[in-house]
Each structure stands twice: as structure tokens, then as C-alpha cells.
């Protein structure tokens, strides 16, 4: 209990910080918005004390599982900031119309995970690159390929 307890301060610390980043600029493209969360994203998610939080998460699963579901409860907190704004853009006719929650799945999938892993598996570094952010914005245009208006 106590290690989930702490677990769950440092995720609602990062969670704190990323949400005023979340919200989107008047007058910024979806292409632009994406870019920016994403390298907000990526850059507290290779934070050395969130990569040794992630690995100690993981190592610790077996022992206990219930730790599954607050590392789930926080990737959703993730997600559940950003499936507002993707809602207004499919209102908006700037995305096309698909469920707003699997939308932001598959962003943070394509576009934040394997960083974040890269990161905890020591094959990167723990800060933004500009390699980052070239890779970035390869992965946010091919991202709007599949879901702008056909």
C-alpha cells in the first residue's frame, strides 16, 4: 500500500505538470499542437526520476500486480487530458471522426511510448534531442495522415 501510495504522488506530480502544457494554444494547427505536447510529453516521460520510477514499476509488477493499475490509471490521466481537444478538432472538421480515446491511444503509442522506452532501456538519452524532434515530427505528420478529413 505504501509503495503504491508513493507511486501514485510522483504520477500525480508529473500529471500536475503536464496539464497546463496539454491545453491548446488559440489559433495553433493540429499539427503544431501535436508536435509541442508530444515533445512535453516525451521530455517528463525520459525525466531520470520518472525512467527509474517506470523500471522499478516494472521489476515490481510480479510481486505486485495491483501496481498494473496505477500505471494504467496514470496513462490514462495522460490520455484523458488530451481527448477533449481531439473531440474539438473532429467537431471542428480538422480530424476525421473516430473514437477520441482510441485516437489518443494510437498518438501516444506511434508518437511518445517507444521514446519513453528507449529512455528506460539506456538507449537514450534522458533529455530532448534534435533528433527527437525530427523523429517527432515524421511521426505527428504520418499520425495526420491517417486521421485528417479524407
Given at each position: 500500500?505504501?509503495?503504491?501510495?508513493?507511486?501514485?504522488?510522483?504520477?500525480?506530480?508529473?500529471?500536475?505538470?503536464?496539464?497546463?502544457?496539454?491545453?491548446?494554444?488559440?489559433?495553433?494547427?493540429?499539427?503544431?499542437?501535436?508536435?509541442?505536447?508530444?515533445?512535453?510529453?516525451?521530455?517528463?516521460?525520459?525525466?531520470?526520476d520518472?525512467?527509474?520510477?517506470?523500471r522499478?514499476?516494472?521489476?515490481?509488477?510480479?510481486?505486485?500486480?495491483?501496481?498494473?493499475?496505477?500505471?494504467?490509471?496514470?496513462?490514462?490521466?495522460?490520455?484523458?487530458?488530451?481527448?477533449?481537444?481531439?473531440?474539438?478538432?473532429?467537431?471542428?472538421?480538422?480530424?476525421?471522426?473516430?473514437?477520441?480515446?482510441?485516437?489518443?491511444?494510437?498518438?501516444?503509442?506511434?508518437?511518445?511510448?517507444?521514446?519513453?522506452?528507449?529512455?528506460?532501456?539506456?538507449?537514450?538519452?534522458?533529455?530532448?534531442?534534435?533528433?527527437?524532434r525530427?523523429?517527432?515530427?515524421?511521426?505527428?505528420?504520418?499520425?495526420?495522415?491517417?486521421?485528417?478529413?479524407?
Open positions: 500500500g505504501l509503495f503504491r501510495a508513493t507511486v501514485g504522488s510522483v504520477l500525480g506530480e508529473f500529471l500536475s505538470e503536464a496539464r497546463p502544457r496539454i491545453a491548446r494554444n488559440d489559433g495553433e494547427d493540429m499539427e503544431a499542437y501535436l508536435n509541442r505536447i508530444a515533445l512535453n510529453l516525451i521530455g517528463s516521460a525520459i525525466r531520470e520518472i525512467v527509474a520510477l517506470d522499478l514499476m516494472v521489476s515490481m509488477i510480479p510481486k505486485f500486480p495491483n501496481l498494473m493499475k496505477t500505471y494504467e490509471e496514470a496513462r490514462r490521466s495522460v490520455a484523458d487530458l488530451i481527448v477533449p481537444v481531439v473531440a474539438e478538432a473532429q467537431r471542428r472538421g480538422e480530424l476525421r471522426v473516430a473514437d477520441p480515446q482510441t485516437v489518443v491511444d494510437q498518438f501516444l503509442a506511434f508518437v511518445v511510448t517507444e521514446r519513453m522506452r528507449a529512455a528506460s532501456f539506456g538507449l537514450e538519452p534522458h533529455h530532448i534531442t534534435e533528433s527527437d525530427s523523429i517527432t515530427r515524421e511521426r505527428v505528420v504520418i499520425f495526420l495522415c491517417g486521421y485528417r478529413p479524407r
